[in-house]
Each structure stands twice: as structure tokens, then as C-alpha cells.
């Protein structure tokens, strides 16, 4: 198949790149240039932001698939609608978890929780801030596959991706968070009532992402491991590898660490199951998830 990603060349998208390449697919990757292709793609430069630059450098081509990585906001949506309505037959968004934000259920959130064609869409909020946009993620991925959802039909597949970890060029700084403070033995902020929530192996990931772009399927998908984790398992898994003493500070108020959770939105991925692909367990992977990016710090 002939493939392009936009964006591809960050933690897993350039991982998901690596393996469609394996795999005998044709890949392109768009991106405003910044950054080079892993070598065997076509490298196609425009800011998806600019509509003409996009269709531009664009030209003729069409694609089989387009897998989204940085689409964050409903005007980003609605552009590439415009873009790539004619130029490939099944696109391909990787959404979040995020998306379930304002769930609170005891029950793993399955799909249907949030119905992208019930979302209201607000392209004149300023999507543009960066601050307003970090501080909105989850809305604006929200709003963004509700665009792809709104009549008339469009060939989309939106994958909610839990929280993803390992690897050693993770750039988020979370797992370094915690083993600074165990080494340390200094409080980890925790809320009063912390949920466990579901992870997901960069590697699988990728694999899963690999797997969507080569299916038929479209809609909504949960993609994570089974066996959600909690902070303190993750802490115990840090603490075993680095040394030095986990100690939590439960908070009522104010900012937690960033894998501790008030509410409870474990998602479900029995869609993900039913559709053919098995997830492994977190168990499987927790520690060399987390060898993998503490050794490279």
C-alpha cells in the first residue's frame, strides 16, 4: 500500500514508519521540514496548518491510507478533510485517552463513552496558543475527531492511545519525574483517592498502529495494554531499578504526579480484541519499558 504519515518521525511514529517500511509498504512522511525521513520514504514538506502550502506540495499524489500523528485541534480536522478527501480512501487519526477526561467510571470506558458525532465542535477557540492548546489537550482531540465524524461520511479511524511508555528516547520526562524523587527519597503528590489507569509498550504501539493502517475498519478504537497500572506499581518497578526509596504525599488539592489520577477512566479494548489484534499485558512489558528509557538518562 502506499502510505503517508504526517508527522512520523517522533517516538512511536517513527517506530510505526520502521515497521510499514519492513512490511513492503510504500511510506511518505509530511512534516514542515524541521526534521529529515527515516531513509526509504518520500519526504514531502508543508505545514499542515497552511491549506494552500498542503495541497501545494501535495500536487497529485494519492495515498491508500493517511495516519495522522499530530493532529490536535478541530481547524486541523477540518483541513485535512479538505486535503485528503480526495487524495486516499481510509484515514487514520491517533486520538487519546484523553478524550475521556470528564468520565469517571469504575468500569473500563469502552468506546461508545464518548460519541465523536455528539461532540461540539468550536473552531473559533484559540487553538492557535500553545498554552490554551496543552492545557485543552483532550478537548481539542475530542473536537478534532468530531470533525472526522460530522456528515457527510469520510473514511476515518480514530485511535485513542492510552498512556504509552518505554523506549529510550521518550521525550515526556515522566518516568524521570519518579526516579528523581525515589533516588531522592523525596514526596511523590498523589491524590487522596488515586485510580489506576491503562498503559500501553511503544513498541505495541506502533505495532497495533502498523496493524490499523492495513485494516479495513473504520470508526473509534481503544488501544492499550491489559492489566492497568497504578502509580505505586509503577514506583515499585522505578525503585527496583534505580534504588533509593518511593515515599507518597497525598494532596486534596493542587498538581499530582503525572501518572496519578483522581478519577477513574481505564479504558476497554474489547473492540480492538473483537477486531483481531491482541494486546499483551503491562506486566509483560513494565520493566523493560521503564529499563529502556531510565537508561537512556
Known sequence: MNILIIGGNRYFGKRLTTRLLDSGHSVSILNRGSSGAVEGVVHIVADRNDEDALESALGERTFDVVVDQVCYTPRQAAIARRVFGPRTRRYVMTSTVEVYE????????????????????????????????????????????????????FPYTAVRVAHVLGGADDFTGRVGHYADRIRAGEPIAVPAVNH??????????????????????????????????????????????????????????GEVSPFSFARSYAMDNSRAAALGFSFRNSSEWLGRALSETLGAR
Open 102 to 153: 470528564y468520565e469517571d467510571s469504575t468500569a473500563p470506558v469502552r468506546e461508545e463513552a464518548v460519541d465523536p458525532r455528539t461532540v461540539t465542535v468550536d473552531p473559533g477557540l484559540p487553538w492557535e496558543d500553545p498554552e490554551f492548546l496543552d492545557a485543552h489537550y483532550g478537548e481539542g482531540k475530542r473536537q478534532a475527531e468530531a470533525v472526522f465524524a460530522a456528515e457527510p461520511p
Open 196 to 253: 489506576p489507569a491503562t498503559y500501553v509498550y511503544v513498541e505495541e504501539i506502533a505495532e497495533f498502529l502498523a496493524w490499523v493502517a492495513e485494516a479495513e475498519f473504520t470508526g473509534v478504537v481503544n488501544a492499550h495494554s491489559h492489566g492497568a497500572l497504578t502509580t505505586a506499581e509503577i514506583c515499585a518497578e522505578i525503585e527496583r531499578q534505580v534504588g533509593g526509596r518511593t515515599v507518597f504525599r497525598e494532596v486534596e488539592v
